[in-house]
Structure formats: C-alpha cells, structure tokens
C-alpha cells in the first residue's frame, strides 16, 4: 500500500495531533469565531510551506490588507516580504465574486500566477458567502464546484470561514463541512473568567488523527502552537517497555526512612506523601533529591507552591546545598504559577521536561494546588493525575507527590477529595499529635504495594543544619517526653498513652513515695 | 509640464533620485529633525512603504514648495486620479480585479482610471495580465524596485497621513494642467 503523501503544516504540535500532517490536495476548512486564530493558522501554515518545506504558496484576501498581514507576520519573526521577494509567496487581494470565477476556468489567472511560482499551498482568508446562499442545494453545489478547482490544481488549500457567518445545522454544523476534506474547528472558551483557546480536528479524510479539543495559544516571536490534549492517547515506547524494571530501589534519603520502607521506593514507583501544611513534605522532598545527586541520578522538583529562589533557601536551612547540584545538571528545580494552569500545555511542559533532562526521581509539590486549580470534581485533574503518573512509570521514575490534607490533628482520609489512592503504588501519612502540651510530627506507611508494611507510627524530627529524620520507635527524645511505642492512636484526634505504660508509671511512683 | 513617457522620465527619475537625497537632507534640517539613515534595504522599503509607517513630522510639515518637488521627481503622478490609483495599488500591489471593481476601490470614474493604468503601464511601475475573454479580471502588480519607483516611494511617505495625502492634491490641483486631463479632486 504506498505511503499517504501528508502535507506538514509546520505548525507546533499540530501535525502530532494530525499523525503526520494532512493529506496532500486536501480542502481544508478552518472555522471558528471572530478572533480564534483563523488568519494566523493560515497565514503559518502557507509560511512554513514556504520557509521549512520548500512548498510555495499563495494567500488570498477578500477585506484585509496585505500589509497588515505582513505587519502581523512580522510580530511572529515570519518575512513575509522576503518570501515575496523570492517568489516564494505571493499575497493576492481580489474579490470573491473573481475568485468563484477564476477556479471555474481553466486558464484562470490566478491558478497560473499559483504555477508561476511552483504554489503547493493556497489559504483563502474569509471564505465565508464565498458561494452564496445559505446552505441552500445550489450553494453547496457551487462549493462543491469550487474545492474541484483547488483539487484539479493539487493545491492543498485551508479555506479560513467564520462560524457565524453562516446559520448552522440542527447539529451545530455548517453545510460545507461535509464536502471539505478535513474540518479544523477553533474555539475560544471561557474557564470561570479565563478565556482557552481550543482546536477540534472535526474530519479528515483519509488519515488518522486525535480526536477532542486540543489546547492551542498564539504567542509573540512564535506562532502557534497546540498543546496536544493530556487524555488523548500516547504511543508507548517499545523501548522503555524493554528495559522495565521491577525490583530496583532507591533510598528515600530521609535517615530511617529506609528501614520503614523495605528499603526504598521501587523505580517507576508513585508515592504520595500527605500532611498539613508545615508537617516537612517539602523538606523531605529537597532530601529526596540530594539523595539522589548524591548517588550521580538526576532529580527534578516542579513546585507550584514555592519560587525556585525559596526552595532554595529552604534547603540551605537544612544543609542542603542544591545551588551546587543544579550547577552540575544533576538537579532541576521548576516553578509555574498556579493561576489558570491551561492543563494540556502544562503537561507538555512536563513531558519536555522529563525527555530531555531524563531523571530518575521526580518531586511535584503539590497535588492539592492542581486540585484547587483544576478542580477535584471533574474528569479534568483525574485524567491529568492518569497522565502524570503514566508519563513517570513510562520513563521508570521513582515520583513522589506532595499533597497537603487539611486536618491539622490527625487523619480522617489518606488523601481526601481526591479519590484517587488506587492510581498510588505508596501513601506516607505525615500529621501532627498532641501529646501533652508538644505537637510532635508521626510518620506512617499507610500503603506499600507489593511490600509487606508495618503500619506504626514513627516519630519525625527535623532540625535546622540537618533535615528530616525517622527515629527509633522507643528512643525517648527529651525527659518530658515519652516515646511514640507507648502511646496508641497516634493518627487519630485523640492519641492516648497505653494503659500498661500508665500503670508501669504510677507503679514506679508509689515504690518513690515516702512510708508513713 | 513633464512629461511621464520615454526617455526623459528615465533621466528624470535618476536626476530626481540623487535631488530627492538631497531634498530629503534639507527638509531634515529646515524641520530641525533628523531622521537616522536607513541600515540597510529592507530598513529603507519599510520607512517608505509609507502604509505601514506611522505619521512623521516630515509627513505633516512639508510644505507646499517641497511637495512640488517631489512631484517633479515623480512625474508620472499627473492628477488625482493617477495619485489615488498609486496608493490604491501600494496598499494592494499584488490585485485580481475586474476594472470596474479597481475603478470603484479608487474612487474615480472607469476612463480616468483606466488612463492611468496605461500610463504606469508604460513607464514600468505596473504590470497587468492580458485581457482574457472568460475572465473579467486581470491581476495588476505594482512594479516599485523600478527605477521610477524610487522617487514614487518619497511620495507614498508622505501620503501616509490624511494631511499629507491633502497638501499633495492641493498640489496637484494648483498645478494646472490640461483641462480635460484633471478629474474631480478626492481625498484617498
């Protein structure tokens, strides 16, 4: 079966999303709203034919004119006049009523201007009333007559219509969608007072694409670029496949920890370390990834919570000098605000990242500021979590989630709202109790998959110039102060000294009391 | 009057070049503002695309005296219809239209139109397709690297801006020419 001839667009993540491009001598029709991005995808596409692909082509105009293309080009470093220049692009201004004629005739003017320069591409900006009628039989037989044109000519040509400039089906559908080759749909929607800009491959005949709405942005210097949706489905890679591996672990770098985790979590693990706000989850991850320098692996931490600056200094307060291990490229620290995370971007910022920095342990600080920003209710955080930790077991990273519970004392639930501890090989429960008149900070393994676990609470301690570490179960750390081994209920709201410790104690008392 | 045809619009547009440098270094004096020398092609094409450019000093203070001699140095520009096709035509250099439709976009009737297209046609500042007999339309292109579109472009500078587009059909109007040649005075 000989190999599908695709044009590639040139456009970032967009011929991804189109598995390879679009058939060549495609009709294209690009809708959407006023301000969606119509004349900028076309204006791209007929610019990287030209710059990137060796593919000539022609723009057309009805309203707008070529010198605000040219200016508007120019805001995304694209030299529309040079191209013109060397005949590589030609921008024609005519009238509908003229082009209708033109791509009708066989000798048309405009046609031989296109094989003048050798035009694989065409983008016909405002397309709409270009037949007439309004989804009337003889309009959609003119359109009909008009695409035979572009197709005798083996122009592969986006035609740019506005979405309300025609009343659509029952459907929602506008009535040259079914004679086009393939239906590209921007969106602009509003997210509570955010605005996302969206793409839709609707059709497209002849090939395989992704389907859904597909996140997109248009910025200055750059031009577009889609965001492949974080549901849609990725291609496995045989190769990680192969080299899987199952029982390899690596140190928590928490001193004691180790022990309490059969001595590590295993590589391509998912550990989810919950707490208040203030319990160390922050500490221990910095300790996870010096660990990890340490033994020459590569670690990144992505905070939405904290700037790198302060991640930093919150380190150095512990004896963790990670300025030095960024400078030696075996640690990355990443910080993006959490305000109006546009989720499919985002992901692809993290996949980009994990690629080319390759690491073995991943810090996301934290859970709970996705949840807030996404949202915990909706498919949208669930299948961005799916998609994370898919991403982390493909490349076999030992990933450790930070996710802030809100009780202070004690622990209802191992991670809330979320739902979502059957997608989680370890849960680490960090919460605080009250005993006496100390808070003291317990850790316990709540969940280990495939390891057997002893879930008791140990003491935590963490201590400026040092960090984080496990203590022995019956060490005592102060004279007013009793160790965790005597106490039970640790993780709940009321812990309580064991009765046979009390008794031991009043005992001990009573042998001290002076006879009468 | 000059003569737009032939051999002198050639020698005239080469004389004009050189005069409009130095044209350009006086009105840069008398105005008191100096525009910094272009860097190269493309920066100098830009300055005077005269569309894109925004409004400058030079555009809204040129005076009478100075127009005049610009339009020397431009002497294809007869009238106000041929002014008003050549910014038409800058604004669309590269245009499939019927005549009719050039004719309605430029704001003059079809015959003045139509003169004035022949005559860019001839000095080479523009190409047009031959007449077909299924097509009405005819693709024009706006020929500025020619010789006489250097001196053009001086004027396209200054048609930039509504006042600069006035002092130059005040010009034009001013400067008498053969009854019959000069059509109804419109601002572009």
Redesign the interface.
Known sequence: MPALDLVKTGIFGLDEILSGGIPRGNVILLEGAIGCGKTTLGVEFIYRGASQFDEPGIIVLFEV???KI??DAQSFGWDL??LERTDRV??????RD??R??LQ?A????L??AAKIGARRIFIDGAARLIGGNGTAEARSGFHVFTEGLHRERLTAVLAIEASAYSTGQNGTLPEESIADTVIRLRMEENQRAVTRSLEIVKSRGQDYQMGRHTFRISNGRGLQVYRRVQAPRPASRDRAAAYDPTTRISTGIPGMDEIVNGGFFIGSTTVLAGISGVGKSVMGCQYIAEGARRGERGLMLSLDEQVQQILRNADSIGLDLAREMDRGLIRLEYEPPQEIEVDAHFHHIEQLVEEFKPKRVVIDSLSTYGSTLGTQGRIFRDFFHALVALMKEHQIAAVYNHENPEMLGMASMMGDFAMSSLVDNIVLMNWAELGDTFRLGMTIAKMRANPVIRTTREVEILNGQGMRVLPRELRIAADQHPFSTYAGLVSRAPERHRIHEQSEVKVKSLDKPAE | MPCRTGVSSVITAARCTSEYAQQQSRLNDISGLRLPPAKNRRDREWRYSGVIGMPTPFNDQAQPEQIKQLLLCAPIIQNACDFGLMVFLHRYPRTLLTSEQVSALVGYNLREVAKSIDAFIEVGLLERTAQQSMHAARMFVLLLDSPQGADIRALLELSSTRKGRQRILEALNTRGSQPEATPELRLV
């Not at chain 1, 000798?107 to 405009?110: G, H, P, Q």
């Open positions: 004119s070529p010198d040219i200016r006049r040079e030609r921008i024609v201004f005519t009238s003229v082009l004629q033109e005739q000798d048309s003017v405009l031989e201007e």
